[in-house]
């Protein structure tokens, strides 16, 4: 029985440095997050990849799981809504829908997680917020 041997170029596609700028590019142009429910197996149609694959990439390329990187992104176009003013005539669920989020739990759960605080806090106190480290770097 014969194997079919990948191409290099194949290998460099499925490679964690073959993977991970497209999968930047596509969250930073598509943005794909903002889709309630977006998950492994769309992101895994999107780039036309593995699901274990991607799944490997979000694991070792940005320690942390496939949930965390999506939810880290909505974070991160929240807070620009918010620094850019288009936020203010949403209430907390409607950012929530906006940025991807299915409830407002959700949302303020996944906010103070990676920022340290809750959005009505932040919110209240007009304070200004910078994306956060993890997401200016991925995002």
């Not at 964690?16 to 930047?24: M, T």
């Not at 999107?46 to 320690?63: F, G, K, M, V």
């Not at 907390?92 to 009505?120: E, H, M, W, Y």
Request: hydrophobic fraction near 35%.
């Amino acid at each position: 029985m014969s194997t079919i041997q990948p191409s290099d170029e194949m290998k460099e596609a499925f490679s964690p440095a073959g993977l991970k700028p497209l999968l930047e590019r596509l969250f930073t142009e598509a943005k794909p997050y903002l889709k309630q429910g977006y998950n492994l197996r769309e992101l895994s149609d999107n780039l036309s990849t593995p699901l274990y694959r991607i799944s490997a990439l979000i694991n070792q390329e940005y320690a942390m799981r496939f949930t965390d990187f999506v939810n880290l992104h909505r974070i991160g176009h929240a807070i620009l809504l918010i620094k850019q003013g288009d936020a203010s005539h949403w209430s907390l669920d409607g950012l929530a829908t906006v940025c991807g989020f299915s409830n407002r739990n959700s949302f303020r759960d996944a906010f103070k997680r990676f920022t340290g605080q809750i959005p009505s806090a932040y919110l209240k106190n007009g304070q200004t917020l910078d994306l956060p480290v993890s997401y200016r770097k991925a995002g």
